[in-house]
């Protein structure tokens, strides 16, 4: 059987996302039990509602954030082109695909440079926690955070998707202190580090040792959305394979209890909502909730794959969305979202 390369990997990750159903069967966000109080008269004009913000102290036209991805393979490549170039030009958030593949192989720093597409985007740098165990430490670290000339590092947490695939590094130990490491080696040279899940969420315990290693913001990734189980399922080459990932399909933590969890240990912590998030309404849920940014996948991997132009159109329907459930509530700004309450049905 042929090698399985990291690049190799990352195409397969694309190809099943688009071509297979990898959603969680029973598990949901946890959104559509929210709702909104509607107001007949809000006084205001949608064309002036503001959806600008900041995160880590650099602003935003809106509190969206293309979720971490992809790159590392020439498909990858011209994928991150296309989410880089329309995040640019509507001026919201970008994380880059997990980058441990420029650490094995450099030539792949190209697919992760993006700067020169979106000079002035928010962009944020990506390795798996794991790998702190598999050889990696602040210098690797701070090497993604140069060649991606990122504003701060993603460290994924994807212990679920490393058990049930074949080659996965399943050695989770010893990582609340690696990544206290990672944080002040990081915090040393003005480099905030987020910790994410990828679709599993995080539990209150987590939340807690995340913060107390000096994270500045956790990005919950909950479960609702792609299911990484059911991603590494189609990858399997074996029937033990295959039923040992199918095992998983609907575990998790919903969206929704994620953002709680975190907040329940520190209110006013910067949450990013992600995790089967698939609108603008279901954004404006997740500030409403208490997250400052909302982070979307799927919608921005099916326009990548086509052009930028529809990238863009992608994020202004989310856009017009957000907008139009702060109209219908009554909020001028993101501040004032941020303080309304939603109904739980």
């Known amino acids: 059987m042929p090698k399985v390369t990291t690049g190799t990997r990352k195409d397969d990750h694309i190809r099943i996302n688009l071509e297979e159903n990898v959603g969680f069967n029973t598990v949901a966000t946890g959104l559509d039990r929210l709702r909104f109080e509607h107001r007949a008269l809000p006084e205001l004009d949608l064309e002036a509602i503001d959806l600008s913000t900041e995160f880590f102290g650099k602003p935003m036209g809106a509190p969206i954030l293309i979720s971490s991805m992809t790159g590392g393979t020439t498909h990858a490549g011209q994928i991150n082109r296309n989410l880089a170039l329309a995040a640019e030009e509507m001026q919201i958030a970008m994380g880059l695909g997990s980058m441990r593949v420029v650490l094995e192989d450099p030539a792949a720093a190209e697919t992760f440079a993006l700067r020169k597409y979106a000079p002035t985007t928010l962009l944020f740098a990506n390795l798996g926690a794991v790998q702190l165990n598999y050889g990696y430490g602040v210098d690797d670290c701070m090497k993604l955070v140069d060649v991606s000339e990122a504003d701060a590092l993603i460290l994924h947490f994807n212990v679920l998707q490393e058990a049930v695939q074949p080659e996965g590094d399943t050695n989770f130990s010893d ?37 107390n290693a000096g994270v500045a913001a956790i990005d919950v990734a909950g479960a609702g959305g792609t299911s990484w189980s059911q991603v590494e399922m189609y990858r399997a080459q074996t029937d033990i394979q295959r039923n040992i990932a199918a095992t998983f399909v609907d575990w998790g933590i919903p969206t929704v209890d994620a953002i709680q969890n975190v907040l329940t240990v520190k209110p006013d912590f910067p949450v990013i909502a992600s995790g089967g998030v698939r609108n603008g309404l279901e954004i404006a849920k997740t500030i409403a909730l208490g997250a400052q940014l909302g982070g979307m996948a799927g919608p921005f991997l099916r326009a990548a794959i086509d052009s930028t132009d529809a990238v863009t159109d992608v994020i ?30």
């Open 316 to 345: 202004w329907q989310t856009m017009r969305e957000l907008q139009i459930a702060m109209l219908c509530t009554g909020n001028a700004d993101i501040a004032s979202l941020a303080t309304t309450p939603l109904i739980r049905i």
């Open 175 to 211: 990582l609340i202190r690696k990544t206290e490491e990672i944080c002040k080696g990081l915090a040393a040279q003005g480099v905030p580090v987020i910790a994410k899940e990828v679709g599993w969420g995080f539990s209150s315990e987590d939340a807690r040792n995340l913060i």
